[in-house]
């Protein structure tokens, strides 16, 4: 199980990281902007993943909230394009 943990910290670190370098080096602010909600959905795979190994229910509602979060900045964007796009 502890190998498990460690594996699955390791990759969401690494995704974070590549993350956080599109977010740095985007050349448009589309670009940003969708690595800003990869950076939430990492987030949300974070917090699920802290709440299985611990078997803590307690995330759940935390994790409903910043699904929420991440669904309305997706449309957002999607309105925010297509107004541009005109």
Known sequence: MTVAAVAIA???TAACAMTLVRIV???TTLD???ATDVLLAI???AIAAEAAFTRDP???PVLVVVSLMG????VSV???VT????
């Open 71 to 74: 669904f309305t900045g997706a």
């Open 78 to 80: 999607a309105r925010f």
């Open 58 to 60: 307690t995330a759940l």
């Open 43 to 45: 987030t949300v795979t």
């Open 25 to 27: 080096r985007g050349p």
């Open 83 to 86: 107004r541009e796009e005109r």
């Open 10 to 12: 390791v990759l969401l």
């Open 32 to 34: 940003r902007i969708v």
